[in-house]
């Protein structure tokens, strides 16, 4: 246990552990009890501590993470408890006896949090209130068990949800626990290291050069023309649909074949370029909503287009693909490019993933033109080997 002056830029660069321990602690040196704890696990980064006495033992009382306080902050923290210590009060039973319920901590802190700081808000909101806080909910913040989530985890497996919806349940009560802990409101998180299903649910959902055009031809001749030039300008552009319907005539430079998405609309949260192929120029020349501020307009209310899911199983029915998603269209879109030859870092780029790993989905697309460029050594190869054979026959 080291006792150091700590200062902010310890703090933000000098946090390591010795390879041979696996959590060391720096103390302060004006602030007695108060030190920061490093995991070798986590290097750079570490959390407030107060050491204190309780009725003759030693206690803890956890301040916070070093990346969400300040040093200034921990510090001035840790002397108010240090303050409320010597008045009589223990850090550790005013919590108990504050009983915080999951159910207060999730509606109180957490659902507020993630509105300010996540875009799917909204499905984190119905997980929580369809299912979580009717389990947990009651439970104290600090009584919630592995086992309890990982029975429930298995227990939504067996009402028949999907792998995928079992793991997303357990990620974000995961999530919430991780957050309880940064904020000092628990010691740690205890389904840290529970294992998900990960069941490979990836569906492309991808169309035969016959189903591509009956799609085709419902989309060019239904008469409602607004959501069907959408689906088009989708399969033309790998576009996310909400992207879609939130594209504005200013970002869109015909002169340059450009669509600029702005970081508010994009997933990454970057600004990002797609590029406008010839049918999706052609799509915009067919839009009659130049005088408006977005490209996909209702025709009934005159605002920008929202609510399109009845009018497309309308569409892809009569198409004779009811499983076909709107999301698909992206997909198929991505097989156009990786199938004539594109690499899988220009796929990445026009359809705007973060990660390689993203795109590494449709490298099993490639095969066709990997055969096709191995196909072309056979005009070389053959008349070769007819000569050899005809000198050894």
């Not at 990836?202 to 030039?229: A, G, I, P």
């Not at 009569?318 to 156009?336: E, I, M, N, T, V």
Request: hydrophobic share 35%; aromatic share 8%; charged share 25%.
């Amino acid at each position: 246990m080291p006792i150091i002056n700590l200062t902010q830029t310890f703090i933000t660069k000098h946090l390591t552990c010795p390879p041979d321990k696996s959590r060391i602690e720096y103390c302060d040196q004006s602030v007695s009890g108060f030190y920061v704890e490093v995991r070798r696990t986590a290097p750079g980064k570490g959390s407030y501590y107060l050491r204190y006495k309780n009725a003759g033992k030693t206690a803890h009382q956890r301040i916070g993470t070093t990346d969400t306080l300040s040093l200034v902050d921990a510090r001035n923290k840790a002397k108010q408890l240090k303050a409320e210590i010597a008045a009589g009060t223990d850090p550790k039973q005013t919590a108990t006896d504050a009983e915080l319920t999951y159910a207060s901590f999730l509606q109180q802190k957490y659902l507020p949090y993630a509105k300010r700081h996540k875009r799917s808000y909204r499905f984190d909101e119905g997980l929580i209130n369809n299912r979580i806080i009717k389990r947990f909910g009651r439970y104290p913040l600090t009584k919630i068990t592995r086992s309890e989530v990982q029975s429930f985890h298995s227990e939504l497996h067996d009402q028949d949800l999907s792998p995928a919806t079992c793991d997303h349940h357990l990620k974000l009560i995961r999530r919430t626990l991780n957050l309880a802990v940064d904020w000092g409101l628990i010691e740690s998180n205890p389904i840290k290291r529970i294992e998900l299903f990960k069941v490979d649910n990836q569906l492309d959902n991808l169309l035969t050069d016959q189903q591509l055009q009956s799609l085709l031809s419902v989309l060019r001749n239904d008469e409602n023309k607004m959501v069907c030039r959408l689906a088009l300008f989708l399969l033309s552009t790998g576009a996310r649909l909400g992207e879609a319907l939130k594209a504005r005539w200013m970002d869109i430079d015909t002169g340059n074949r450009v669509w600029r998405i702005p970081a508010s609309n994009s997933k990454s949260k970057r600004i990002r370029s797609v590029p406008l192929n010839g049918s999706a120029l052609s799509i915009l020349e067919e839009l009659d909503t130049h005088n408006h501020t977005f490209l996909f307009v209702s025709s009934q209310t005159g605002e920008r287009l929202k609510y399109v899911h009845k009018v497309w199983r309308r569409l892809r029915a009569q198409a004779g693909l009811p499983q076909l998603r709107l999301h698909d269209l992206r997909h198929q879109y991505a097989s156009f490019l990786v199938n004539n030859g594109r690499s899988l870092y220009e796929v990445q780029q026009i359809l705007g993933h973060s990660s390689p790993t993203v795109t590494q989905r449709y490298a099993h697309l490639s095969t066709r033109s990997l055969q096709d460029a191995a196909e072309s050594a056979t005009s070389r190869l053959l008349p070769m080997a007819t000569e050899a054979d005809l000198e050894t026959g």
